[in-house]
Structures are given as C-alpha cells and as structure tokens.
C-alpha cells in the first residue's frame, strides 16, 4: 500500500469537508445578516484572508459549485413531484437539468455509451448479476417441480391409505362373519386353524 497516497487521500477528505463545513457556515451567516458581514467576519476556524480567498477563488468557481448541486436535484425533484400526476424525473434527466448536458448525451436519447473502465467492470456486474438470476429462477422452478412431485406422491399414499382401510373393513367384516358362524381363535396368514 502507498502510504503517502494513502495520506494525501485523508488530507484531501479533511480539507473537503472542511471546506464544506465552512462554506454552510458562510451561507447560513450571509443569509441571516447579508453579504458583507459575512466575508468581514469568518468563523473562528478561518482567518478574513483565507475566507475571502475561499469565496472568490473557490465558491464563486462553477466547477466546484457542481459538488453543492445535489441540493438543487433535491429541489427540483421535489417541485416536479410536487404536481399531481407527474412522472418523477429520471435520474439522467435531473443531472442534465442541474449540471447542463455534458459531451456526449443526445436530447430525447441521453447520453452515449461510455467504453471507460468503470463501464466495463459494470457490465460485468450485470453480468454476475443476470448469471444469478438465472440460477435463482432455474431453482424456483426446480422446487416448483418438488411441490408438483409431492403432491403426486401425497394423492398416491392417500390411494393408498384408501385401499388399506378397505382391506381392513373387509378383512374385520369377513372375521365378524367367521366369528357369528361359530369359528373361534386367532386367524393367522391366510389359513384357518
């Protein structure tokens, strides 16, 4: 493992969540007592020249806004569906109406297939995913055939059964007959003794 790649990760999600954490700060502050007194007074966290550089350098840049549009999806989402009877927006054409079409996507067919790494080892995915499908329905169909198996066999033991209590009636008939006729004694295997 690298260990100053490992480091200069963890600095780059401390310093982002910093910066996060600073920005919602700045603009809870700008909307409560505006603009000005925002930038004059940054939090104890920042000193006025690093604040002032992070508003003009970073916050007003349209690329790193990008990261903060989850919001406005959020919004949008929620006052398209706030009419009745609309279709939710499809995730494709929210990030198309946040983040402006990018290189690539075709209005009414959205965006072309992409041949990158990412996709790839998505299909594969997919793949995994449709061969596990397969093998989940091949086994509800196997048990299907169980259940169908079990029933035949239950309505045969049920025949069964059947053709046992009728051979038990007859047999208990045909011993009460032997008995009235006077015949005495245990009846064994097919004889009279």
Not at 73 to 80: D, E, G, L, Y
Not at 130 to 137: A, D, K, T, W
Request: with cysteine.
């Amino acid at each position: 493992m690298d260990v100053n790649k490992a480091m200069a990760t963890k600095c780059g999600w401390s310093l982002s969540t910093h910066t996060y954490r600073l920005r919602k700060k700045y603009l809870n502050l700008k909307s409560a007592k505006g603009e000005e007194y925002a930038r004059s007074y940054p939090p104890p966290e920042c000193d006025l020249e690093n604040l002032k550089n992070l508003i003009d350098k970073k916050w007003n840049d349209s690329n790193w806004l990008v990261n903060f549009s989850y919001d406005n999806m959020i919004k949008i989402q929620v006052k398209h569906c706030s009419q009745p009877g609309v279709v939710p927006i499809t995730p494709e054409e929210l990030s198309v109406k946040v983040l402006k079409p990018r290189s690539g996507y075709v209005k009414g067919l959205g965006l072309r297939r992409s041949f990158s790494i990412r996709t790839t080892s998505a299909s594969t995915d997919s793949d995994y995913v449709r061969r596990l499908e397969m093998e989940i329905q091949e086994q509800k169909e196997e048990i299907q055939s169980q259940k169908e198996e079990i029933q035949v066999q239950n309505k045969e033991i049920e025949k069964m059964n059947g053709s046992i209590y009728e051979n038990f009636e007859m047999t208990s008939s045909i011993m009460e007959f032997l008995k009235k006729q006077g015949l005495k004694g245990q009846f064994r295997g097919g004889g009279i003794p």
